[in-house]
């Protein structure tokens, strides 16, 4: 049973325009959720996070916006560099027992020159 | 300030044989994990300590797996035997505390090939 999807495998963007990666969950529970990057061969590291008390979080150049209703999110990435260039992860977790993080299944971005 | 260490980097053994990871985690960070990533997926907890005492194991195959983290510090996982289906990336994180404000810190993970 996969609780977080991803569910555009790859994604293709023009250098400086917008990327927008999206992320569907399935538990009611979470109320929590991060974005990773992960660059072949190191592991992934953490980008941005959002709590449900809130429906945006800003930080910079990147910007994650949820929809508890629809229980979806999205991170969009403005202007994208070909720095941007790996794999997106997106968790979810709950905010008591465990804390365990539920990844999705990642979303490859190219971010072309 | 150094990251988490994993080793070794790659791996590869055949089917039935047993193989050891081994992760050093951040300094002054309680919390270990270790996850597994199989090609085409996201990672998946396997385990997860707090200080030396597990926390969560609740995905962790126990037939076949096992992870100690001695003294609270360095862990490792073993897989003992190995099944093809244990092909994947073993990932160790660690972090300062339990919780969502607590970032994971990943490591550079060990490439596990079973033939």
């Known amino acids: 049973d996969q609780q977080v999807k991803q569910n555009s495998p790859s994604l293709s963007v023009q250098e400086g325009r917008i990327s927008i990666l999206n992320c569907d969950y399935t538990n009611s529970m979470f109320d929590y959720f991060l974005w990773y990057k992960k660059y072949p061969a190191e592991g992934p590291t953490f980008l941005i996070s959002?709590?449900?008390?809130?429906d945006k979080n800003e930080d910079g150049r990147f910007t994650v916006f949820l929809n508890k209703s629809a229980k979806h999110l999205s991170l969009h990435i403005v202007p994208s560099q070909p720095g941007d260039s790996a794999v997106y992860f997106c968790?979810?977790?709950?905010?008591?027992?465990?804390?365990?993080?539920?990844f999705g299944t990642g979303t490859r971005l190219k971010v072309l020159a | 300030e150094a990251g988490v260490a994993q080793s070794p980097r790659y791996k590869i053994i055949e089917k039935r044989q047993s193989v050891a990871f081994w992760c050093n985690p951040i300094s002054g960070h309680a919390t270990l994990y270790w996850y597994q990533q199989i090609l085409g997926q996201g990672p998946k907890l396997l385990i997860q300590?707090?200080?030396?005492?597990?926390?969560?194991d609740s995905q962790l195959p126990k037939d076949r797996f096992s992870a100690e983290r001695l003294k609270g510090v360095d862990s490792t996982l073993k897989i003992q035997p190995a099944k093809l289906e244990d092909s994947a990336v073993y990932l160790c994180a660690s972090g300062l505390g339990t919780g969502p404000s607590y970032e994971q810190y990943f490591g550079p993970g060990t490439r596990l090939t079973v033939t």
């Open positions: 959002i709590s449900s008390i809130k």
């Open positions: 300590f707090q200080n030396n005492g597990v926390v969560d």
């Open positions: 968790a979810a977790t709950t905010a008591s027992g465990t804390y365990k993080y539920i």
